[in-house]
Nanobody
Framework: QVQLVESGGGLVQAGGSLRLSCVASGRTFTGYTMGWFRQAPGKEREFVAAIRWSTRYGDSVKGRFTISRDNAKNTLYLQMNSLGPEDTAVYYC?????????????????WGQGTQVTVSS
């Protein structure tokens, strides 16, 4: 069992930055592919980024967001720059024993509760 707890969300003006964190506990962090997803009101969940030995990004965040992990701290990060109102959503951390490609398809074994990111125009 893995518990995931996100933090770092909040209200930011357009053009600003935020860094999300996701602390994992319960199992060996290094064995998991980690990912970030988001869901805006009335929209489907969207893949944002994933990381294991390599990184992958959703098209809407490429060049603006950076995913990273600190295995010593069991923590996943998402640095978000040049934020716009379209980035407003609840952001979720996910962990998978599978590949990055599986995470991209939303096939994660564990999910966090989410953290709200609101970008004002």
């Amino acid at each position: 069992q893995v518990q995931l707890v996100e933090s770092g969300g909040g209200l930011v003006q357009a053009g600003g930055s935020l860094r999300l964190s996701c602390v994992a506990s319960g199992r060996t962090f290094t064995g998991y592919t980690m990912g970030w997803f988001r869901q805006a009101p009335g929209k489907e969940r969207e893949f944002v980024a994933a990381i294991r030995w390599s990184t992958r990004y959703g098209d809407s965040v490429k060049g603006r967001f950076t995913i990273s992990r600190d295995n010593a701290k069991n923590t996943l990060y998402l640095q978000m720059n040049s934020l716009g109102p379209e980035d407003t959503a609840v952001y979720y951390c996910a962990a998978s024993l599978g590949s990055v490609e599986m995470v991209i398809r939303g096939r994660a074994d564990y999910w966090g509760q989410g953290t709200q990111v609101t970008v004002s125009s």
